[in-house]
């Protein structure tokens, strides 16, 4: 029996592209596919839909690649990334419904915010202190990047699209730290919020 590949919506692809062909060029998003297999060039060259879902594993490698070219090898390139796909995806959001404009319901709403993004995986809320200001965040997931997100995604994409969802949201200043990773042989990856 095969093992079940996980999922990612359309509109993470679409905005990877478009970034990447906005910030490094066409050429860039070339090189990038060249390292790749037929079938996922193709797949990523083709008309994605924002609201379909494309195997996560493809986006996995695309960044890995992508933080090869342009990148210092230690993923943190998707940062700007993780930040224009949040703006793109939730300035939309927060136009029609103003009163989402709030980083407590920004949290509040991981578990299914993630669900937006991916069908694998399990966002809970450890500790949920509004008074502090403080929040944790566990993600359940198994550690495989030709399964599910991968290490960028967790250690990076993940805490700067809730950052930058939570300045969108009205917060002056946000932290995010992840302390732990399933990557790295933690049981979940843990995922600390701070804000004012």
Request: aromatic share 10%; charged share 25%; hydrophobic share 40%.
């Amino acid at each position: 029996m095969g093992q079940t590949v996980g999922m990612a919506r359309g509109s993470i692809y679409i905005y990877f592209k478009d970034y990447i062909i906005k910030v490094h060029g066409k050429a860039v998003w070339k090189e990038i596919l060249s390292h790749l297999p037929a079938k996922e060039r193709k797949m990523l060259n083709s008309r994605l839909k924002k609201s379909d879902w494309y195997p996560v594993p493809i986006l996995n490698r695309a960044i890995r690649v992508s933080d090869e070219i342009f990148g210092s090898g230690d993923l943190k390139s998707i940062v700007p990334v993780a930040e224009y796909i949040a703006d793109q995806d939730l300035t939309p959001v927060f136009d029609i419904f103003v009163n989402l404009k709030n980083p407590v319901f920004i949290v509040d709403n991981a578990s299914s915010l993630w669900t937006r993004y991916f069908n694998t995986g399990n966002v809970k809320i450890d500790v949920a202190d509004d008074v502090n200001r403080h929040y944790r965040l566990l993600l359940e997931d198994i550690a495989d990047e030709d399964r599910v997100s991968g290490q960028a995604i967790c250690t990076y994409g993940v805490p700067t699209w809730l950052k930058t969802a939570m300045i969108m949201g009205g917060a002056k200043t946000v932290t995010t730290n992840h302390t732990e990773c399933r990557y790295e042989n933690a049981p979940s990856c843990v995922l600390e919020i701070r804000w004012e």
